[in-house]
Nanobody
Framework: QVQLVESGGGLVQPGGSLTLSCAAS????????MSWYRQAPGKQRELVTI???????NYADAVRGRFTVSRDNAKNTVYLQMNSLKPEDTAVYYC????????WGQGTQVTVSS
């Protein structure tokens, strides 16, 4: 059974930082491209960042320079370091794994508010 379990969300003030983690099980993690998506209330889910199995990365314009994605294949975990957070970063953040098949995590809430 494949599981992607996100953690690390919470409430943070504008300008603050959070690190999200996504622990994968049931897949050969090193073979999967891993992504983070987010969905704000009333908006469509959007791609935040992707890290390929070869560790190539790409970021949405809205987060480039503030967010950093990384992966630890030994721990089957992908991370999202989020700095200089803004209220518009408030959303549910989802972990996504893709190869020939696709899997989603259950999401973790990030709220940026004073």
């Amino acid at each position: 059974q494949v599981q992607l379990v996100e953690s690390g969300g919470g409430l943070v003030q504008p300008g603050g930082s959070l690190t999200l983690s996504c622990a994968a099980s049931g897949i050969i993690f090193s073979m999967y491209h891993m992504s983070w998506y987010r969905q704000a209330p009333g908006k469509q889910r959007e791609l935040v960042t992707i890290i390929s199995k070869d560790r190539n990365t790409n970021y949405a314009d809205a987060v480039r320079g503030r967010f950093t994605v990384s992966r630890d294949n030994a721990k089957n975990t992908v991370y999202l370091q989020m700095n200089s957070l803004k209220p518009e970063d408030t959303a549910v953040y989802y972990c996504h794994a893709a190869r020939f098949d696709v899997y989603w995590g259950q999401g973790t809430q990030v709220t940026v508010s004073s």
